[in-house]
């Protein structure tokens, strides 16, 4: 798993957008967007943005954001010390039921199982896809468990942390 970084400072600018399906398109991930811009006690300030319906923030507050390490960052977890409230995303938002790549793999084990033993392929696809599946389900969920163990870790060292400074 990817390393967490904190970033610690005040919002001065918050906004939310939120996404408008027509004709009853259903959308696949959150519909709300948050873009937050934080400032950092050296003065420096940083863009982000959260994929969320829950943002217990607003301009002004004092928060810690816990964050991949990768080069556009992912918000996992907001802390507000102003309010003493946060969430955890990775708890809070729902995981997706069936990911981009499984798109591709459950075609290309129907080609080869049809491929390779014909109509016996294309019957044991149905079992075979729902195995899959429920494997896959289980991995991504353990994953997921393992992930908002690690930041509430980071979230209550960091509450440590900034309560130790004056």
């Known amino acids: ?3 967490l970084q904190t970033f610690h400072g005040r919002i001065v600018d918050l906004r939310r957008h939120t996404n408008v399906h027509r004709y009853g398109h259903l959308s696949i991930g959150p519909t709300d967007r948050y873009e937050l811009w934080l400032r950092a006690n050296d003065g420096a300030e940083r863009e982000f943005t959260v994929n969320t319906r829950t943002m217990p923030a607003r301009r002004g507050h004092e928060i810690s954001l816990i964050v991949t390490a990768q080069k556009v960052p992912q918000v996992l977890a907001l802390a507000n ?5 946060g969430v955890n995303y ?8 069936v990911r981009a790549f499984d ?8 080609l080869a199982a049809t491929m390779a033993w014909g109509d016996v392929g294309m019957v044991l696809v149905i079992p075979g896809t729902l195995a899959y599946l429920l494997i896959a389900a289980a ?3 353990l994953i997921r468990s393992r ?9 209550d060292a960091e509450a440590l ?6």
């Open 103 to 110: 798109l591709v793999v459950l075609p290309a084990a129907f």
């Open 147 to 155: 992930r908002a163990r690690q930041v509430d870790l980071v979230i």
């Open 139 to 141: 991995g991504r969920a």
């Open 81 to 85: 010390w102003t309010t003493i409230d």
């Open 90 to 97: 990775t708890r809070t938002e729902a995981p997706p039921l």
């Open 161 to 166: 942390r900034s309560h130790e400074q004056p």
């Open 1 to 3: 798993m990817p390393t």
